[in-house]
């Protein structure tokens, strides 16, 4: 973080600072006279001016150098909070705009207002948890990490040659792999009920995620998912602009996953953990916690592959056909056949899946009861008032549940 930190200091800070003087300073010296070093609060006067006095003794910000750690504190919390509310809400409007299939907000499961709701979570949490993550970009700006600025620093430097750049790609590559393990496991111990009702379980509100829910968080679980990141710097050598860009690189993947795209059948399922996998976290609760890759998901047991059937946006499509069916139907039919003509809707449309939660051990866990993953299913029929209930007309055996054709960017292209 030096390396925003010194462009900052450079063409902002340095004047910014500058007009950052102590108040009471001024204030204080025309009491001076009658100030004395301990705290008099005899009278009211008397404790103002003690006070005042006292204050005035602390540095003001503008005679702060660049190296003070209290003037870096507070340059690198701005420069962090500032950051991480131009990468929301630019990364997070363009794929809310341009990839989330909006139709995913008729589902029955999606709350009222929820993208206000998700940015309002998101406002509250990004201050405590810029002010969580500051000693470890303190530690970094003061040299205490194994960052290093330029390749003849780094591991193999002084040999020259092909090594050094070669360790810089395989330190890319195990930052990926180790924060993904080091996350696997905070993110599933986060799932542990105790820990899941206290820190995990507002981020799990959002069960049809928006790109906006990406941190929608408690800041305590967002911190506690972001300590690999920081703590791999500080085990290895990796080169500052290469650490840059990876920090940057697993906030945009965090928004990436959460825009509730169920894409399925593509070859790198079995390998990466996109949004499909995550869809699938935030239904069923208690599969597919890595960041990056599935490998640790099926080695430790908790691997769903998506499935056209696990596709929420089934539900949606049911519930706009039967609307649609009912309009039709309303406009061909007297209002003395309204209930034999809501049974046959039933019959016909597929119904949205029926969710239940099970305590699992890990946390809270929803089993989806979707029709259609490799068995027939049928819809029930309802007894109209002027037909039986075993009207063999109004049921309707469903061999087969596609997949939905999903709206946004990939499906453009």
Known sequence: MDIPLHYFDEYVGDKLYSYLDNPFAKLATPLAANATKALDLSSTQAAVSSVTQLLATVPALSSLSRDSIVRQSISLYGLTYLGILVLYFSVATFSYYFIFDHRMKLHPRYLPDQVRKEIAFSLEAFPVLDLLTLPWFVGD??????????????????????????????????FLWFTDFCIYWVHRWLHIPFLY????????????????????????????????YHLACYLFP?????????????????????????????????????????TLHHIYFTCNYGQYFVWADKYFGSFRVPAKGDDPLIAVLAAIE?????????????????SSRDSSVEAVVLKAPDMKRIDSGLGSETELGLPGSGSSSKASSVKGDDEPASAPESVVEIQEVKRPRREGLRARK
Request: proline share 7%; glycine share 6%.
């Open 141 to 174: 700006v003061r040299g205490w990490s194994m960052l290093y600025d330029t390749v003849a620093e780094g591991p193999f430097g002084e040999r020259g040659g092909a090594l050094p750049w070669v360790y810089m790609a395989f330190s890319a590559v195990f």
């Open 197 to 228: 009702k206290r820190l995990h379980k507002p981020h799990h509100k959002w069960i049809i995620p928006t790109p906006f829910a990406s941190h929608a968080f408690h800041p305590v679980d967002g911190y506690l998912q972001s300590i690999p």
């Open 238 to 278: 990796i080169h500052k602009y290469m650490f840059i860009g990876l920090f940057s690189f697993v906030n945009l993947w965090s928004i990436f996953i959460h825009d509730s795209d169920m894409l399925c059948d593509h070859p790198l399922e079995h390998y990466v953990n996109g949004p499909a996998h995550h």
């Open 322 to 338: 039967k609307k649609k069916i009912l309009e039709a139907v309303e406009a061909a039919s007297s209002d003395s056949d309204r």
